[in-house]
Structure formats: C-alpha cells, structure tokens
C-alpha cells in the first residue's frame, strides 16, 4: 500500500500530556497538536501525528502539559501602574481615598497603554491569552493588546462622572462606539459595555445601556455586588438591593457579567442561574480588600457559568491565573467545609471554557479542540516542585505556578517561547514602570 502522503502544517506541538477541557475531562498521553492558520487542527497520538503531518516547526516538549489559554475574565490591566501603591484597606476607602485621586491625577492615553503593555507581559508570562477588561482610554487598551499579540475584550467602559476620557455618560458610549466601529474586524478583539458599578451608574445610564447591549449584542461588564457597604448603600438610594434594580432596568440575561457576586442570597443565586447570567470570581481582590468571598459552589451548584478574574494589579497584586486557580479551589472548600468543592478540574475550566462562555467565545476558544482557534499554553512539569506526577491536572492547579509557563501561542502565534517574550520588550517595559512610578510619586 502507497503511503499517504504528510499534510504540511505550520506547527506541531508534542506533548507529555493534552488537557483539552472539552469535550471531555480526560487527559490524553503523548499526543500532540497540529496548528495552521491560527488553529487547531488536528490533536492526534503523537506516532501518528508524525506520520500524518510535516510541520514548519515541531516542539518537543516532552515534560509538558498542554491547556488552552487561560482567560481573565476581569482585569483592569492598566492599573499595573498602581500596583502596592496603596494597600491593605477596604474597598470605599481604597479608590475614594487613593486610586480615583492617583488616577485623576495621571489618567492618558499614555497611562492607559503602558500600564497595559506591562499587563499583557506579566499574562502572556503567566499563561493568560486572553483578558476581559475595563478601563478608561479603551483605544488604548485595544492598542497594547494588539502590539503584544494578546486577545481581548475590550469594555467601553461607562461611569456617571466626569473624567480625563469622557464628561457624561453620552461621551462616553459615543467614544466606545467609535472604537468599536473602527476596531470591530481585528480577530484578537472582542467588545463588551462595561458600566462600572450601581454606585457609580444612574438609572437613566444602566437603561440605555440595557438597550444598547441588545441592539448590539454586546455583553455586559459590570462589578455587581463586591461588598455589604454597595447593597446597604443601593437599599438607602433606591430601596432595592443591586441585582434587583438592575433586574428593573433591564440588565440581567445571559449576556450579563457579573464580577464579584460576593454578597448574594440563595434567590438571588437562582435568579441569576434564571436568567443565563455570568459571574466573574476574583477571589484574590475580594480577600485583600475584605470584601468577603464569593459563594461558589453554590452558585455553580445552582448553574451559574463562573469564570475567573485577577481583578486590576492594584487589589490583587498579581495577574497570574495559576495562583486564582488555586485560590478558588482551597476556598471554596473552606467555606464549605466540603474537600470535594471545586475539584482541580472544575477551577481549570472556570479559568478557560467558562471564561471564553461568559464572553461569547466558546465557539472559538476556552479548549483544545480541532477547528478551534490555537490558544495554548505549555506547563513544564518536570521540575521538582510537580514531582510526582499522578495527575498533571492536580499538579497544574495545586502544585504548578506560572513560573512553569513555558510556550503560549495565542491564535497560532508564539508569544512565549522558552519563557521569553516574542512580542514585548521586557527590559524596556521595566524601565516604563520606573517613569512612571517617579511620576506618580511625585
Ligand atoms: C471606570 S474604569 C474602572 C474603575 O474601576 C476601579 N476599580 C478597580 N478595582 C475595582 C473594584 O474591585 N471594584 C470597583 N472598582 C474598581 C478602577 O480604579 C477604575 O476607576
Ligand atoms: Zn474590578
């Protein structure tokens, strides 16, 4: 019999281990993935994938586990700039007293995209392919995303207060158009709306945003009861709590993402499970400012879709998926009392399908699938801190850290090879951050 003869492909990738998520949890051994044209297009026994395809490129990473990108359902990723600026102290007196002030102070076009550049290095870094974000200066944010090769939602961010980006909520939404009409066909960007909070957002606002959200089938981004201060405060102004009054408005529906969900009652879990809702956990942020912790299991057990968040760099301190993984998972099981909450692989697909499901994505991303598009991170599990190795899962989220990240490719691209930034300048990026901590201190 004639062999057939090899399919040429750009990439292929041979691995110790394949995670895909989906369709299954299984764990496949010694497969690799073949990639061209920015996805994936065959995940095959590695024998087999060398005798089908002939790549440009061929890793061998033989120690290696493969998942799919990670995906930071919430960030404000320029606030890198603010990162232990001010520590240590509850939500309200946090931004009123120290952040809004620094970012009255400094808020540019400029800030916005350095700071952004720093994010997208320290995600790229740490296995993050793909961020959600909220921020002023939206274009900018865009234009970081897209120099560093980065996939992103990009939140047209609405707040009810003049600031340095926009004066009223109108400038706001137009400027988030315009960026959204001159941006909508660049593959690495998504949009959603991205109202701040009820305590910053009026009801007039949170209206039209309702109804801009599904003109346009626009998701919607907004912190959703974080602390007691935001619903005691909401019941004093509007005799309803948060999720209520934006149930009135119109808000709620499976394109709602919710950050935070800290403070929900068993009904509002099941009213958001209703009504197709997301919730963005950030359980780092919520434990530094004390805003509390999230009810997880419940909420997952009601089947609300929960992704993962770092939150910005200034309440966390850290962009790193690896650590929030970990994080969710140990505390979901200390707030339960139950060992079994949050399994392993329950919180690596909270950091990747469930991300890319709140976002609309999971057509495209969230798992290691042919067809889909190639985001994908390798995990050297070699080192002494993930040995043994029973289970590359357990050891990806219990034991592994982003410092293990070794190659991300984001929609076929190599971003990260051997540890190093293919896209960004790390030593450059270091003295940016040097500028402009000199500036913000002075
Ligand atoms: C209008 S752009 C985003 C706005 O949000 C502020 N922010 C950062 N972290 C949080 C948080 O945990 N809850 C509420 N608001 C937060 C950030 O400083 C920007 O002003
Ligand atoms: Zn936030």
Known sequence: MPETPAHPVETLIEARWVIPVEPSDAVLTDHSV??????????????????????????????????????NLHTH???TLLRGYSDDLPLMEWLKAHIWPAENRHMSPDFVRDGTRIACAEMLRGGTTCFNDMYFFPEAVAEAALDAGMRAAIGLIVIDFPTAYAGDSDDYLNKGFALRD??????????TLAPHAP??????????IATFASQLDLPVHVHLHETEDEIHQSLAQHNLRPLARLQNLGLLGPGLIAVHGVHLTPDEQALLAEQGCHVAHCPASNL??????????????????????????ASNNKLDLFSEMRLAALLAKGVTGDAAALPAHTALQMATLNGARALGLD????SLAPGKLADIVAVDLSGIETQPCFDPISALVYAAGREQVSHVWVNGELRLDNRQLTSLDERELKLTANVWQSRITH
């Open 363 to 366: 057509d495209r991303i969230g």
């Open 199 to 208: 305590y910053t957002v009026g009801d007039k606002t949170f209206k039209k």
């Open 34 to 71: 073949a990639v061209d044209g920015g996805r994936i297009v065959a995940i095959l026994p590695t024998e087999e994938a060398r005798r089908r395809f002939v790549a440009q490129r061929y890793y061998r990473l033989t120690d290696h586990a493969l998942i799919p990108g990670l995906i």
């Open 288 to 313: 530094k400012l004390a805003s509390g912790f999230a009810p997880i299991a419940t909420l997952a057990g009601h089947g609300v879709n929960i992704g993962i968040g770092t939150d910005g760099a």
């Open 182 to 191: 001159r941006l909508r066909d660049e593959p690495l960007l998504s949009f």
């Open 77 to 79: 990723a320029a606030m």
